[in-house]
C-alpha cells in the first residue's frame, strides 16, 4: 500500500497506560438499545466506574448494573454460577420489559475464571426464549474503551437470521438523528434495503448472509467484520464518514458496491458537500496551522486526524491509537499527510514527555489527563465526547470542528495577561 513509502514506522508501545476498559461503552449501547439490560460481573470498582462515566444517567431508570463479586465469590467460597442465576431470575422477574441480557466480563470475573458464555447458555435455556442472554467481555485487561461496542456487537451477531438477498449493513453506533439522515441520502440514491448493528431494538435484528455488503461507520468494529464475514457479508472499502471528504467518499463507496449512476450519488452529494465547506470555512481559519497531538483512547484517531489535517489545515504531530488494524485503516492511511508519526499502544509517561517535548497547540487525550495537562499550560479536548456527540456527515463536520476549535477560542477568552 501507498502508505509504507509516506509514513515513518509506526512507534509500538506498551506500559503504563491511561485509557478506558470497555465497560465504558455500556453508556451508549443501552441507549441505542433501549430493550436491553447490561449486567456487568465484576468488582466495585467496576459499579464505580459505570456511575461516574454515565453520570446523572443512574438515577434515571436504568438499564444496566453490576452483579458485584464479593469476597466470597472471589475467595472460591461460594457458588458464584449458582448467586449469579439466582440474581438474574430476580433481575428478570422485577423487569419483564428486558428481551435481551448482556452478560458483560470483567478483569475480576475474568480473572476467577468465570464461565459467562456457559451462563448465558444456563439462563437461555431456563428462560426458553423470553429473553436472549449474550455475553462479552468489557474487562480493561481485554479491551479499550470503544472496543466494548466491537464485543457487544460480536456477541448479537450468532443471533442475526439468516438472509442472501443484497442489502447494506450499517456497523457501528450512530447517533439516531445521524443514522435517519443517512438512510434518507441513501433513499435518494436508490437504495433501499439499508439496515443498522446495533438496531434500536435489541429484538430487530438485521439479517446477514451472502448478499449483504457491510459500511463501517466506526473503526473499532474488527470482530463483528470478521464474524459478519464468516457469515457471507463483504466489507466495502472505504474511509469513515468524519468530515466532507470522508462522509462524501463513505456514501459513494456504498452506492458505487450496488452499481448506482455515479452521476445519480453525485446529484445528491455534490450539494451536500458544497454546503458541508461552506460551513466549515470559519473553523478551518481558527484551527489551520495549529499543531495537533492525538494520545490513544477510541481508534478514532487515525480518521480524525486526517479530517482536521485536510479539512481544517492543522498539522499533525503524533497521532497515537491502542490499536492499529491496517485492513480497517486501509483507505485512511493513505490520507494522512506524508511523515506523520503515528503510535499504537501507550507508555504513557513517554508519550507526556513527547507532548512536552513537541508544545503542540492541542492535545486531544482522556479526562485523566486532560486537567493535568491543562495545568501544565496545554490546550486539551476530551476525547471522549467524540464518542457522545453526532460527529459522523457531511452536516456534522462544522461541529466536528468546532469541538476542536472550542479549547483553543476558550484558552483566547481566558487570557489576561
Ligand atoms: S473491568 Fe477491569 S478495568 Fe474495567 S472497571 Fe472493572 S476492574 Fe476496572
Redesign the pocket.
Known amino acids: 500500500m501507498a502508505q509504507t513509502s509516506v509514513l515513518p514506522p509506526v512507534l509500538r508501545e506498551s506500559g503504563q497506560r491511561e485509557v478506558f476498559?470497555g465497560?465504558t461503552s455500556i453508556v451508549w449501547l443501552h441507549r441505542r438499545m433501549p430493550d436491553a439490560f447490561f449486567l456487568v460481573v465484576?468488582?466495585r470498582?467496576?459499579a464505580h466506574?459505570i456511575q461516574s462515566a454515565a453520570g446523572v444517567m443512574i438515577f434515571a431508570e436504568p438499564r444496566f448494573g453490576t452483579a458485584i463479586l464479593g469476597e466470597r465469590d472471589l475467595a472460591g467460597l461460594a457458588d458464584a454460577n449458582e448467586e449469579l442465576d439466582r440474581l438474574v431470575g430476580d433481575l428478570l422477574a422485577r423487569r419483564p420489559e428486558i428481551r435481551t441480557l448482556f452478560l458483560v466480563g470483567?478483569?475480576?470475573s475474568e480473572v476467577i475464571k468465570l464461565d459467562l458464555a456457559k451462563a448465558a447458555e444456563r439462563i437461555n435455556t431456563r428462560m426458553q426464549g423470553r429473553v436472549r442472554v449474550v455475553n462479552y467481555s468489557?474487562?480493561?485487561i481485554e479491551t479499550t474503551f470503544t472496543q466494548g461496542e466491537d464485543g457487544a456487537l460480536t456477541s448479537l451477531v450468532p443471533l442475526l437470521p439468516s438472509n442472501p438477498e443484497p442489502q447494506l449493513l450499517i456497523v457501528g453506533t450512530l447517533a439516531d438523528g445521524v443514522e435517519e439522515r443517512f438512510l434518507s441520502l441513501f433513499a435518494r440514491m436508490g437504495l433501499e434495503t439499508v439496515r443498522t448493528l446495533p438496531p434500536r431494538q435489541s429484538t430487530d435484528l438485521p439479517p446477514v448472509g451472502p448478499g449483504t455488503r457491510l459500511l463501517l461507520a466506526q473503526p473499532f468494529v474488527a470482530d463483528t467484520v470478521r464474524a459478519l464475514e464468516r457469515r457471507g457479508a463483504q466489507r466495502i472499502a472505504a474511509p469513515y464518514p468524519l468530515g466532507v471528504e470522508g462522509s462524501c467518499a463513505w456514501m459513494a463507496a456504498a452506492a458505487a458496491a450496488f452499481g448506482i449512476d455515479p452521476e445519480r450519488v453525485a446529484a445528491v452529494l455534490d450539494p451536500l458537500a458544497e454546503r458541508g465547506r461552506r460551513a466549515l470555512e470559519p473553523l478551518r481559519r481558527k484551527l489551520e496551522g495549529k499543531r495537533l497531538f492525538l494520545l490513544p483512547d477510541s481508534q478514532l484517531e487515525i480518521p480524525l486526524a486526517r479530517f482536521l489535517h485536510r479539512e481544517c489545515g492543522m498539522e499533525l504531530v503524533e497521532v497515537g491509537t491502542p490499536y492499529l488494524d491496517r485492513q480497517l485503516m486501509a483507505e485512511e492511511l493513505p490520507l494522512l499527510p506524508e511523515g506523520t508519526q503515528l503510535s499504537e499502544g501507550q507508555d504513557v509517561e513517554k508519550q507526556l514527555e513527547r507532548v512536552r517535548a513537541s508544545r503542540p497547540d492541542l492535545v486531544v487525550c482522556g479526562m485523566g489527563l486532560a486537567n493535568p495537562l491543562e495545568a501544565e499550560g496545554f490546550a486539551t479536548k476530551w476525547s471522549i465526547e467524540l464518542v457522545f456527540s453526532p460527529i459522523h456527515g457531511c452536516d456534522q463536520a462544522a461541529d466536528l470542528a468546532e469541538l476542536f476549535a472550542r479549547p483553543l477560542n476558550r484558552r483566547e477568552l481566558l487570557q489576561w495577561n
Request: hydrophobic residues 15%; neutral net charge; proline residues 8%.
Open positions: 476498559c465497560l465484576g468488582s470498582t467496576c466506574l470483567s478483569c475480576p468489557g474487562s480493561g
